[in-house]
């Protein structure tokens, strides 16, 4: 069994920087690719980043060139480095692992909010 336990959220001002960290539970997550989903309110949940055990990463064009995602499987995390965060970054954000299997795990969110 997986979990995955987000932190890092917060009130953040237009042009400012957030790190999100997921901790994850479980043997076998060095071979899980790993990665961060948000939801706006009344918006479906989208694909952020994702990273693959083997370190190759993706990224949502609306970040891209904003957002890294790295993993260290030693420690078992996954962070999300957020720079020059826009309104529209706010969301709920959901870190994500996947098993081989293609099974999904999914953390209880953390909120990130972007306003002046």
């Known amino acids: 069994q997986v979990q995955l336990v987000e932190s890092g959220g917060g009130l953040v001002q237009p042009g400012g920087s957030l790190r999100l960290s997921c901790a994850a539970s479980g043997s076998m997550i060095a071979v899980y690719g790993l990665g961060w989903y948000r939801q706006a309110p009344g918006n479906q949940r989208e694909l952020v980043a994702a990273?693959?055990?083997?370190?190759?990463?993706n990224y949502a064009d609306s970040v891209k060139g904003r957002f890294t995602i790295s993993r260290d499987n030693a420690k078992k995390t996954v962070d999300l480095r957020m720079n020059n965060l826009r309104p529209e970054d706010t969301a709920v954000y959901y870190c994500?692992?996947?098993?081989?299997?293609?099974?999904?795990?999914w953390g209880k969110g953390t909120l990130v909010t972007v306003s002046s």
């Open positions: 994500n692992a996947k098993s081989p299997s293609g099974v999904d795990y």
């Open positions: 990273i693959t055990f083997g370190g190759r990463t």
